[in-house]
């Protein structure tokens, strides 16, 4: 194929081809089917996937993914089945540093908190993305991959008609971080948003060091009393519907 020019190297990704033949596909070639070969485990998360959702109008420069630390996460690559391996080694993943230019920003995370995403094809190939709900407890999780708490905190504000909060809860509860609920169930208050598991939520929230809207942030004396938590940031951004 090579020879009858019908297939090309990618600039910067050597082991990688693109089929340049007319009627094997027609467009530009996405820079994320490229970041699902050389990893096909990975999940887009955190900002490139509040911009997939149209939960925030940032333009990011580079690509947020989340990927199993024990790389696989019991995933296969994408539109393939367990049956498609019987016998064959699975590819190998590779963490790129960039992506036909663009940087690559990744967390991993372990196994049993590696869930909550699902796939999608919108543009004619599928792309495995968090869904809304995990792509916001994300946000709060790690903002610094998220564009910041300000896109996060909007963010939130954006989605109040879109997540299922069944959804939304289960996966709070999974993970198991008792701040994470304080966090969660502080925005879900100021936004109007009830659930029968907040209260309880709101029972179990103790003061701490910890107790803080955002953990990279300090320590700040403003206090919500309802969940003990520090608001340590300003949550302007999750109220203005015109930010």
């Known amino acids: 194929m090579r020879v009858r020019q019908e297939i090309r190297s990618l600039p910067g990704h050597s082991r990688l081809y693109e089929v340049i033949v007319p009627y094997a596909r027609q467009g530009f070639l996405d820079e994320r089917e490229v970041l699902f070969e050389m990893h096909p485990y990975a999940v887009l998360s955190h900002l490139s996937a509040l ?135 502080f925005l879900l208050t100021e936004l109007g948003l009830m659930h029968p598991r907040l209260e309880e939520w709101r029972q179990t929230a103790h003061r701490g060091g910890s107790s803080r809207l955002v953990g990279s942030e300090p320590f700040a004396p403003t206090y919500d009393d309802r969940w003990n938590l520090s608001i340590n940031v300003p949550i302007s951004a999750l109220h203005d519907s015109a930010s």
């Open 51 to 185: 911009v997939f959702h149209g939960l925030t109008t940032d333009q990011p420069k580079g690509l947020t993914m989340t990927v199993s630390a024990d790389t696989t996460g019991g995933l296969f690559p994408i539109s393939t089945t367990p049956r498609d391996w019987e016998g064959v080694i699975r590819p190998t993943a590779t963490i790129p540093a960039k992506v036909l230019g663009r940087p690559v920003q990744a967390k991993r995370v372990k196994p049993a908190s590696f869930f909550g995403f699902a796939d999608y094809e919108p543009h004619g190939f599928t792309m495995r993305y968090t869904v809304p709900e995990r792509t916001l407890i994300d946000g709060l999780s790690t903002p610094g991959m998220s564009g910041g708490i300000n896109t996060v905190l909007r963010a939130w504000q954006l989605g109040r008609e879109l997540i299922d909060l069944d959804v939304l809860v289960y996966q709070v509860e999974r993970i198991g971080v008792a701040v994470l609920r304080q966090r969660v169930g």
